[in-house]
C-alpha cells in the first residue's frame, strides 16, 4: 500500500511553518541490521518539522494500536464506554501475542488498562458499539488516515488497508494537543490522562502499536512530550521482516525516538 508521492513541503504548503531536515548521522537512526524505519517529529515552538527519511514521513501504513488514541476519544465521545473505569468482563478466549498467552489481554479490564496494555479485544468491543459509519464521520472530522475500512474484520486498524502516515500522525496529534477535534472537554482531559508518563526528563502523551502487514512487523510509537518549555510532536515507524526474529525491536521504537528527540533538544 504506496501513497503518491509528494516532497513534504508541498504537503505542508499553507502551514504555518518551515521544514528543515533532521541534523542527523550519516546512519540516521543507527538502525541494527534487518530494521528499517524512520522518525517525524514537530517542534511546536518553532513551528518546524524535522525528518529522518521524507519518503517514509509520507507512507501509509496500518496504524496498529497507536489508533487507540482516537479511538478512545471516539469511543467516549459515543458513549460506547461511560468513562475510562468501566469495566468490561473478558469472555474467556484466551489471547496470544506473537504466540503466547498474555495475561493482561485474559482478564477484565477499563478502558485505561486496555489503552496501556494495548487490549485488542476491548476495542474491538468499542467498534462493534461504534460501528463503521460513525468512524467515517470522525476520520473525516479529524483528517485521520486514508478512510479505508474495506476490512471486513472488526480490528480493521491492525488488518486490512486503512492506512495513516508518520505526517498524518503527527498532524492529528497536533489538533488533539490545541482541542481542535470534534470532542469535549471531557473527552480529551480522559484521553490525555490515560496517555500521560513521564520518563527520560519529560511529560509524555504516548503510545506505541505493532501489526503485521505485507510480510513485515511494523512497530510504532507516537505522541508528544512537554520538555524545556517546549512540545515536540513525535512519529517514529519501524519495520522488520516478520519472520526474523529480533527481540529488542519493541524496545528499539522508543529508545530511537527519545536518543532523536534529545538531539534535537541540544542534549548529549
Known sequence: MKTA?????????????????LPLTAQHLSLPDGIEGSTTVFDLKHKQWHYTDERD???????????KILHSCIALEEGAVADERQVLKWDGTVNKFLGEPFAAWNADTDMEQAYRNSTIWFYAEMARRVGRPVYRRYFKAS????????ETGTDFWNYGTFGVTPVGQI???RKLYSRQLPFSERTYAIVQRIMRTEHDGGVFYEKTGWTRQDGKD???????VEQKANVYFFATRLTKKALTAHPG???LRKSVTIAVLKKLAGEK
Not at 5 to 21: E, H, T
Not at 57 to 67: G, K, M, R, V
Request: overall charge positive.
Open 218 to 224: 511494523i512497530g510504532w510509537y507516537v505522541g508528544f
Open 171 to 173: 498532524n492529528f496529534l
Open 143 to 150: 483528517s485521520y488516515g486514508n478512510g479505508d475500512l474495506r
Open 249 to 251: 525491536f519493541g524496545a
Open 5 to 21: 508521492y509528494k516532497s513534504l513541503a508541498q504537503r505542508l504548503i499553507g502551514m504555518s511553518c518551515s521544514l528543515l531536515p
Open 57 to 67: 514521513a509520507l507512507h501509509e501504513s496500518l496504524p496498529a494500536s497507536t489508533f
